[in-house]
Every structure is written in structure tokens, then in C-alpha cells.
């Protein structure tokens, strides 16, 4: 699933690569598929995406929106799968959810094979979508400061119960951010997954908001995790150190053994040592 990382490298390859381009079609699917969510009917997205232009593409959490001037904005969230660019004479795939040709022969397409929005708004309406309407301030934006993030630990506190993974992976708390990032967010803060947000001490918050920047930072600069692919099919140069390939094997710190178990819905990967 591509999470805040991988979508902020998309957004920046968009930007450098489509802008300025003109529509000359666009098609959704020709390849069914249950979990795939459109807004708009086949007929319609082919009509009001013909002559648009792109625009600029923009982040926010999991969601990646490119602007189709005027007017129109397209909608990617909570995707996983492939986003690519196909330059004018390359192959296009044989099956796909969404396709965009280009009137200088390249194109734009993107499956998934999980899940995802692919969806079309007038411009603005996209902000009164589900899971982007009261969007917090997401890891990447100036505005997360350690401040911001004291503050939300503080007020969650007051409402509810949570631990170290619920804050990072539930709710959107801290959106774009997933169960893949978390757990080597976690073990950099040497967090066990299940720690309550109520036994953090000032410096285990320091240590969570400084490995949540650093992380996603490190991330972003290799072109997001290794298992996902950016705009040219390339996969990304991070590779997790907290995963299922780790698992029985020694803690790249300590040595000792690295654990899994399953909690909150997902697999988690930890070193019981360093994040004991």
C-alpha cells in the first residue's frame, strides 16, 4: 500500500513529468474489480477529462490529487498497486483501472491489487470527502512540530486508551502513515508496539516525534520502500529494517532475536530489547 512517502515522491515525479499536458482520453477500468472505488460513470470520466490540463499534484496523508485545469481535480487514496508513466511508443498494460492518454503520444495509469479510490471532483470538493474532510496535520508539513505533537498526545489522553502502534496506525491520527512505516518508527524510538500513550515519559515523546520526522524523511530521500514502485517503475531504495524478513533474525542493534506478533489488526516486528 503506498503510504505518505511513497505518495510525496509520486507527487514530486508528477509534478516534473505531467504538468502541462493535455488529456486526450481518459478511461477507468476495463479490468473489474469489486474494491476499486470510482465517483464518476466511464462516459462521464471520459467526457470531462478530455482536453484538461494538468496541473499540479499535491499530498495529503494517503490521498494524491493532480489538478485537471480548468476546474477538475483526479483522486487517488488509500491505493495500493502501481501508479505509472508510459512515455509516447512504450507499451501500455494490458489490463488496468484507470488509464489517461496524453495528445503527445505518453500516458498515465494506475492498477491497484488491493484496493483504492480513483475518483474525479470538481475542484475543492474533494476536501468534503471521507477520510480528507478534518484531515490533521500530516508528519510532512511544516506545522509538525514537536509543540503540535505534545499537544495531540495530550489531548488523546483525555478521550481514550491508546498505545505507541494505535497512535501511529489507527484513526488517521497522524495521517498517511501505516502498519509498514510504524514499525521502524518504533524500534528508531525504541518503542515496544504496545506501550500506553499515558506511561510515555517527556523524552520517549521526543524520542516518538524526532523517529517519526527522521524516518519518513529517510524514506522520501531513497524514493520511498523498496516494495513499492515510483512513477517509472522504479522500486524505492529503503528497506525496512522491521519486517517480515527480519523476523528470527538478530536485532541489527543488540543482536538479540527479533519478534513478531500480531496486534491492532497486523503483524508487528520488534526487538524485544531495545524496545522492551
Same mark, same amino acid.
Given at each position: =500500500? $503506498?503510504?505518505?512517502?511513497?505518495?510525496?515522491?509520486?507527487?514530486?515525479?508528477?509534478?516534473?513529468?505531467?504538468?502541462?499536458? %493535455?488529456?486526450?482520453?481518459?478511461?477507468?477500468?476495463?479490468?473489474?474489480?469489486?474494491? &476499486?472505488?470510482? /465517483?464518476?460513470?466511464?462516459?462521464?470520466?471520459?467526457?470531462? %477529462?478530455?482536453?484538461? &490540463?494538468?496541473?499540479?499534484?499535491?499530498?495529503?496523508?494517503?490521498?494524491?490529487?493532480?489538478?485537471?485545469?480548468?476546474?477538475?481535480?483526479?483522486?487517488? #487514496?488509500?491505493?495500493?498497486?502501481?501508479?505509472?508513466?508510459?512515455?509516447? #511508443?512504450?507499451?501500455?498494460?494490458?489490463?488496468?483501472?484507470?488509464?489517461?492518454?496524453?495528445?503527445?503520444? @505518453?500516458?498515465?495509469?494506475?492498477?491497484?491489487? =488491493?484496493?483504492?479510490? =480513483? +475518483?474525479?471532483?470538481?475542484?475543492g470538493q474533494e476536501q468534503e470527502r471521507q477520510y480528507i474532510k478534518g484531515m490533521r496535520v500530516t508528519p510532512?508539513?511544516?506545522? $509538525?512540530?514537536?509543540?503540535?505533537?505534545?499537544?495531540?498526545?495530550? +489531548?488523546?489522553?483525555?478521550? +481514550?486508551?491508546? @498505545?505507541?502502534?494505535?497512535?501511529?496506525?489507527?484513526?488517521?491520527?497522524?495521517?498517511?502513515?501505516?502498519?509498514?512505516?510504524?514499525?521502524d518508527i518504533l524500534f528508531q524510538a525504541r518503542i515496544g508496539p504496545r506501550r500506553p500513550l499515558a506511561e510515555? %515519559?517527556?523524552?520517549?515523546?521526543?524520542?516518538?516525534?524526532?523517529?517519526?520526522?527522521?524516518?519518513?524523511?529517510?524514506?522520501?530521500?531513497?524514493?520511498?520502500? /523498496?516494495?513499492? %514502485?515510483?512513477?517509472?517503475?522504479?522500486?524505492?531504495?529503503? &528497506?525496512?529494517? =522491521?519486517? @517480515?524478513?527480519s523476523a528470527g533474525k538478530p536485532c541489527p542493534e543488540c543482536g538479540t532475536t527479533i519478534q513478531k506478533m500480531?496486534?491492532?489488526?497486523?503483524?508487528?516486528?520488534?526487538?524485544?530489547?531495545?524496545? #522492551?
Amino acid at each position: =500500500m $503506498f503510504e505518505l512517502p511513497e505518495y510525496t515522491v509520486l507527487a514530486k515525479q508528477i509534478n516534473t513529468t505531467l504538468t502541462g499536458k %493535455t488529456v486526450k482520453a481518459g478511461s477507468l477500468g476495463n479490468s473489474p474489480h469489486k474494491f &476499486v472505488w470510482y /465517483n464518476r460513470k466511464p462516459e462521464e470520466f471520459a467526457q470531462l %477529462t478530455k482536453g484538461k &490540463v494538468v496541473g499540479l499534484a499535491r499530498v495529503q496523508g494517503r490521498w494524491l490529487s493532480i489538478a485537471l485545469e480548468p476546474g477538475y481535480l483526479l483522486l487517488f #487514496g488509500e491505493c495500493g498497486g502501481k501508479i505509472l508513466f508510459h512515455p509516447a #511508443g512504450t507499451p501500455l498494460p494490458v489490463k488496468y483501472h484507470l488509464l489517461i492518454h496524453f495528445d503527445d503520444g @505518453s500516458a498515465l495509469s494506475a492498477t491497484t491489487q =488491493m484496493w483504492g479510490a =480513483m +475518483e474525479l471532483y470538481e475542484a475543492g470538493q474533494e476536501q468534503e470527502r471521507q477520510y480528507i474532510k478534518g484531515m490533521r496535520v500530516t508528519p510532512v508539513e511544516p506545522a $509538525f512540530t514537536f509543540e503540535y505533537f505534545n499537544n495531540l498526545i495530550d +489531548e488523546i489522553l483525555k478521550g +481514550e486508551k491508546r @498505545s505507541a502502534k494505535s497512535l501511529l496506525t489507527q484513526d488517521q491520527i497522524l495521517p498517511g502513515l501505516g502498519n509498514s512505516i510504524a514499525q521502524d518508527i518504533l524500534f528508531q524510538a525504541r518503542i515496544g508496539p504496545r506501550r500506553p500513550l499515558a506511561e510515555f %515519559t517527556p523524552g520517549q515523546r521526543r524520542d516518538l516525534y524526532a523517529a517519526i520526522v527522521d524516518t519518513l524523511h529517510e524514506i522520501i530521500q531513497m524514493g520511498g520502500r /523498496n516494495d513499492e %514502485t515510483d512513477l517509472f517503475g522504479q522500486p524505492g531504495g529503503y &528497506v525496512r529494517l =522491521m519486517d @517480515s524478513a527480519s523476523a528470527g533474525k538478530p536485532c541489527p542493534e543488540c543482536g538479540t532475536t527479533i519478534q513478531k506478533m500480531q496486534y491492532l489488526g497486523g503483524a508487528c516486528y520488534f526487538c524485544p530489547k531495545c524496545q #522492551g
